[in-house]
């Protein structure tokens, strides 16, 4: 149970790839092409979770940016 002003704790269950390795390579500001694709890796153990993926027409994927400053 979450009560008011409670913390909420994370747990990642993936990782996202993508060609950018430095922060300071990704297209920022006004006018930015965000072009590159990335890949989803989800850990091995949660797979079984996927199953009828093909189903559905929207995912929705939360991130933390964590190389954020």
Do not use: C, N, Q
């Not at 149970?1 to 909420?8: A, E, F, P, R």
Request: hydrophobic share 35%; net charge negative; glycine share 12%.
């Amino acid at each position: 149970m979450i009560t008011h002003g409670g913390d909420i704790t994370m747990r990642p269950i993936g990782t996202i790839r993508t060609a950018y390795t430095e922060t300071s390579s990704i297209p920022k500001g006004p006018g930015a092409r965000h072009e590159a694709e990335g890949v989803l890796e989800i850990r091995p153990d949660l797979e079984p979770g996927l199953a009828d993926i093909d189903g559905f027409s929207h995912l929705f994927v939360l991130w933390v940016f964590d190389r954020s400053e």
